[in-house]
């Protein structure tokens, strides 16, 4: 079980390192010369496709959890 939990937090933490840009957005983004706003937009874009795994993951855990004090 430890090493399941384990495995599991390393993928969410190597999650937030990947780019999450589409092309087009990169190649504008980059074209200009302050960054930031090429950063901001990746963040935002990895914080909203990471919200639906934690809730789905939160649910399934307590499933999990109640079937399992039941039996």
Known sequence: M????????????????MQAQCAMCRAVLESETDNSMAEGVNNGIVYL?????????????????????SS
Not at 2 to 17: D, G, M, Q
């Open 2 to 17: 430890l090493k399941r939990f384990s495995l599991t937090v390393l993928f969410l933490l190597l999650s937030f390192a």
């Open 49 to 69: 496709a990471a919200i639906p795994y934690l809730l789905m993951g939160g649910l399934i855990y307590f499933i999990y959890r109640s079937r399992r004090k």
